[in-house]
C-alpha cells in the first residue's frame, strides 16, 4: 500500500464527526499546492533584483571579522 492508500483508508474508518476535520485538513494541504499562491512574475524579478543587490556594509570583511573573530576564506 502506498502512503496515499494508507491515508484513504485511515480517513474512511474515521468516525462522520471526525471526517469534516480530515476535509478541511486535506483541501488546505491541497489548496497550498495550487498556482496561485505562487510568486507573479513581477514579484519574482524583485526577488531576484534584491538578491542581486551588493551592500558592501553588509559583507565587509573588516566587518565580518570584527563580528566573527576571524575572517572568512574565499
Known sequence: ???LDNFIAFARA???ER???MD???ATLM???A???DFTP???ADLRMR???ADPELSNPEEISRIFGKPFRA
Do not use: R
Request: no cysteine; hydrophobic share 50%; net charge negative.
Open 14 to 16: 474515521l468516525p462522520a
Open 19 to 21: 471526517l469534516e476535520a
Open 42 to 44: 513581477d514579484e519574482l
Open 1 to 3: 500500500m502506498t502512503v
Open 31 to 33: 489548496a497550498s499546492y
Open 51 to 53: 538578491a542581486a543587490e
Open 24 to 26: 478541511d485538513a486535506l
Open 35 to 37: 498556482n496561485d499562491h
